[in-house]
């Protein structure tokens, strides 16, 4: 079982706010990381470090965590926004871990 | 930019040893990153398999452990995954990433290994 628990499925209306959660001890010491995943390609990378966006990705992502919980926030959600969304961060004994990700639906 | 392409057989029997090649172009293996495997099953989420850095160290899943072997080959720039004693539960999707201090930044395409007789 993963040591990284999300909800499976969130939705959003269109141009509305949307918060992803993941929890997990091992955020107290770790941040996480974020991926973003459309049906038949591989993870994107949307959200590392504190609160850091790769090149191209829109700024209405953003990330956050407190305590033993990580988040990532879409302002604005868009259509094509519409994926999976998974967490990634260490385990107690350092090796890497995935939440189980999350589903999102834009209205 | 440094792009990552997975190849192999895309058919294990049971009980047989699932090879994969992941290849580095667009730069070195031997950069200060770590190299991984990541599995994706049909509809499920994901699973990391296990890490190398280009000096051969490795990190593996404990759940997998006793069944993975990930190898690098600097003079090819690319590096590999060995899984074992596979069965049914081994099919997924197959992903080859370079893993930064914070993060999995670049993903190979993914490759697609089924498990069966």
């Known amino acids: 079982s993963s040591e990284l628990t999300q909800d499976p499925a969130v939705s959003v209306a269109l141009g509305q706010t949307v918060r992803i959660t993941c929890q997990g001890d091992s955020l107290r010491s770790y941040y996480a990381s974020w991926y973003q995943q459309k049906p038949g390609q591989a993870p994107v990378l949307v959200i590392y470090g504190k609160n850091n966006r790769p090149s191209g990705i829109p700024d209405r992502f953003s990330g956050s965590s407190s305590g033993n919980t990580a988040s990532l926030t879409i302002t604005g959600a868009q259509a094509e926004d519409e994926a999976d969304y998974y967490c990634?961060?260490?385990?107690?004994?350092?090796?890497?871990?995935f939440g189980g990700g999350t589903k999102l639906t834009v209205l | 930019q440094v792009q990552l392409q997975e190849s192999g057989p895309g058919l294990v029997k049971p009980s047989g040893t699932l090879s994969l090649t992941c290849a580095v172009s667009?730069?070195?293996?031997?950069?200060?990153?770590?190299w991984s495997w990541v599995r994706q099953p049909p509809g499920k989420g994901l699973e990391w398999i296990g890490e190398i850095y280009h000096s051969g160290s490795t990190n593996y899943n404990p759940s997998l452990k006793s069944r993975v072997t990930i190898s690098v080959d600097k003079s090819k720039n690319q590096f590999s995954l060995k899984l074992s004693s596979v069965t049914a539960a081994d099919t997924a999707v197959y992903y080859c990433?370079?893993?930064?201090?914070?993060?999995?930044?670049?993903w190979g395409q993914g490759t697609m290994v089924t498990v069966s007789s």
């Open positions: 667009g730069g070195s293996i031997s950069s200060s990153n770590w």
């Open positions: 990433a370079r893993a930064t201090t914070s993060a999995f930044d670049i």
């Open positions: 990634n961060s260490r385990d107690s004994s350092g090796n890497h871990v």
